[in-house]
Nanobody
Framework: QVQLVESGGGLVQAGGSLRLSCAAS????????IAWFRQAPGKEREGVSC?????????YAEDSMNGRFTISTNDAKNTVYLQLTNLKPADTAKYYC?????????????????WGQGTQVTVSA
């Protein structure tokens, strides 16, 4: 049974950092792509970053592309991380990890089959 459990969210001041974790069970990270999405109140779920064995890390959002958010894996722990740095109030959202074999080129949240329960990130000004 595929299960994803996120952790590491919290309340942080602007400019601070957090490391989110996505512990996967029921499959190996080699089998699926893992993506991080986030959803702020009243907004659509948006992709942040993705990683897979075939593609490596794939930044979805500008913040991932400019290095403010970094995705990585620990295969021994079957865990995917999202390092968030220089956080801004606009980053406040619930962050979810998702798994599927659709591949990191698929940015549409609805296409991803497996989801965790999410972890809340709140950034104060």
């Amino acid at each position: 049974q595929v299960q994803l459990v996120e952790s590491g969210g919290g309340l942080v001041q602007a400019g601070g950092s957090l490391r989110l974790s996505c512990a996967a069970s029921g499959f190996n990270l080699d089998d699926y792509a893992i993506a991080w999405f986030r959803q702020a109140p009243g907004k659509e779920r948006e992709g942040v970053s993705c990683i897979s064995t075939s593609s490596g890390p794939v930044p979805y959002a500008e913040d991932s592309m400019n290095g403010r958010f970094t995705i990585s894996t620990n295969d021994a722990k079957n865990t995917v991380y999202l390092q968030l740095t220089n956080l801004k109030p606009a980053d406040t959202a619930k962050y979810y990890c998702a798994a599927d074999n659709v591949g990191c080129h698929v940015l549409v949240a609805a296409a991803w089959a497996y989801w965790g329960q999410g972890t809340q990130v709140t950034v104060s000004a």
